[in-house]
């Protein structure tokens, strides 16, 4: 009996196969994919999928196919038509040359869950539209501060103020291991808050130390690649992963809603001024008809949420620190001879700091965040072959941030290769965080943020291994929520 099912099982799943294959067939002719483009073949259901297995990162796996079908290839991933581009000339023709025609994002379910149910309710997974324009628009002028404006200085106090609260942590922890990732965390996520709600909120309140925690737990899940992204029908299997981040995404929107937005509308519905990102979205939205209490809600989310994207790179820093002595011996050299032994460093002291900020720029090399796949939103091409409107483009700046053609001795852990008569210089194909339309809008805040948290620590105490493996990893700028954790000696010094 068990062999007749096993039997007629293998029977229904053999026709299911050709049925896909068929179907396939028929979808790629019907479609007309990038006609004459080179790449693997694909497989019914899978697609190429398979061939992203067997390597380090889904990257590797790129670089490893564009070695055998050049720098631009197609594969089908599940049901979607992909597109990969490996060189700078290519990528830049997707970014800036035809950014107007791959303006996209990719329709993956988890990228739905996380924002209500519609991605287009977030900056970075939305498709390209008039809103996110406007959207870019209110944020630009908060999250790229003039240097010198009153923007800026007002960054600079809201870095100064909050790492004073950490070393203050850290100093009441004493010398043994800490695990300092959530401390990083909270202090960037109260960075953001001071600068953006101008509120700050105690280390130990539950409430919030519960919502940074589940910013970083979607942090590193939105960088982690899940067949389901590609096989949606897998979704029943995912089930409990969905219901986690929606109820993750769901405790993020009641703290921001009740103890962010409701204070900020009580006050301006007393007629108090606007003086910051929030009072900011809330006036727009009275103005602009386009713009929605819920988009206003979930901008406010992205933008806070971008903490812990600056946390976790802050501990990448601190890891190749420990890693590499000599690049903490060097950063500690620096801030030694702009401040001697007295006053904590400030934001306006980063431009002559070079070594310290091309030590962040080199973490962020070697680490190297992949770029949000983009979509074509009308028929175009690159590289003179045709690509469908619909296509997923994806953007290989793995390959960029460490190929031999870019880079000398790629491998090595070198920030003065972005240091030229003390001033920093970065190669144009360096660009972590891309470039064209939907560049990042945060990358001035991650710079300065994260220069204000390893200057003050390494002016403080010295940084050693505690417990857990110290690696940098390939292709992510993300490290688990519980990772290592880490030693701190105070120095001999200063800035108290
Ligand atoms: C380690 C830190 C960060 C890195 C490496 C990074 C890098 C990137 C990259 C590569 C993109 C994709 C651009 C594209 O698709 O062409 C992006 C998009 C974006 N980033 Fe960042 N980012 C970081 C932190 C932040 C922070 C802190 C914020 C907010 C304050 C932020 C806001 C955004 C937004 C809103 C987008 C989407 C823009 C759009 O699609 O129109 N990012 N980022």
Redesign the pocket.
Known sequence: MLTLVSLCLLLAAGLLLVAAAMANHLARKRKGVAKGLPGPGAWPVLGSLHLLGGHETPFHAFTALAKRYGQIYQMRLGASRCVVVNSFALIKEV?ITKGAHFGGRPDFIRFHQLFGGDRDNS??LCDWSDL?KTR?RIARFY?SPRFASPQFSQLSAVAGSETARLLQRIRAHGPGALHVKPLIQATCANMFANYMCSMSFDYDDAGFQQVVQNFDEIFWDINQGYAVDFLPWLLPVYQGHMKQLQQWAHNIRQFILTRVVAAHRERMQQGGPASDFTDALLQHLESDPELTWQHAIFELE??LG?HS??G??IMLTLAAVVKYPEVGAKIQAEIKKVAGDGRPINLFDRSVMPYTEATILET?RVTS?P??P?VATEDSSISGYEIPKGTVVFLNNYELNTGEEYWKEPETFKPERFVVEDQVVKPSHFI???T?K??????K??QSFTFAVVTSILQNFDISAGQGKIELPKAC?ALPPKTFSLVFTARQTIAQ
Request: hydrophobic share 50%; aromatic share 6%; proline share 3%.
């Open positions: 970014l900056l970075a996110q870019r999250c992205d933008f971008g994207a600056v976790n790179l962020l965040s770029i949000v983009h972590p965080f891309s064209g939907r560049t990042c809008i945060g990358s805040l991650v700028v």
